[in-house]
């Protein structure tokens, strides 16, 4: 009896390997080690429309995941994560209302993904390195309160 096998994108380039030569993947997708760069945010009724600098990333790193954690609900205010490009290249705007709970942010499109095209926060293309901005939208944010972002990434070069 025959099996079915559906293999994600790292494990079919290495089943593709078919002459017997050992199959090495992109340190970025495999054996990168994982980082994480924490901000913290003090909360002083930021505009709407506001971009808050959140993390520099190096040029070829593969970002994993983007939490959020508020000590206050924002209301009505939503956050979109991106770079100076794309506002939401990492995450489209939503409401961020739970309170000491953290919340995942980054889109599946970007999850795993290699940064190759990057933008520092003034938006100048950057082949170092890519700063991830925090865009705030719908409402201004609450006048007080903190708000810590994390951005998980895995970095090749460490």
Same mark, same amino acid.
């Given at each position: 009896m025959a099996i079915a096998i559906q293999?994600? &994108?790292n494990m079919a380039m290495v /089943?593709?390997?078919t002459g017997g030569n050992l199959q090495t993947l992109?340190?970025?997708l495999v054996g990168a080690k994982p980082h994480i760069w924490t901000e913290r945010i003090t909360l002083a009724s930021q505009a709407s429309g506001v971009n808050i600098p959140v993390a520099r990333i190096p040029y070829g790193s593969a970002l994993l995941d983007i939490v959020v954690t508020?000590? *206050?609900s924002l209301g009505t205010s939503t956050l979109a994560f991106g770079d100076m490009n794309? *506002?939401?290249?990492f995450s %489209? %705007? *939503?409401v961020n209302t739970a309170v000491d709970t953290a919340t995942h942010k980054l889109n599946s499109a970007s999850a795993g993904a290699l940064l190759t095209t990057c933008y520092d926060y /003034?938006? *100048?293309a950057s082949t170092a390195y890519e700063d991830v901005i925090m &865009?705030? %939208?719908a409402a201004a944010l609450p006048a007080s309160g903190t708000l810590v972002v994390s951005i998980w990434y895995q970095d090749p070069g460490v």
């Open positions: 293999a994600g &994108t /089943l593709a390997n992109p340190n970025q508020g000590s *206050v794309a *506002v939401a290249r %489209a %705007a *939503v /003034l938006g *100048v &865009t705030v %939208a």
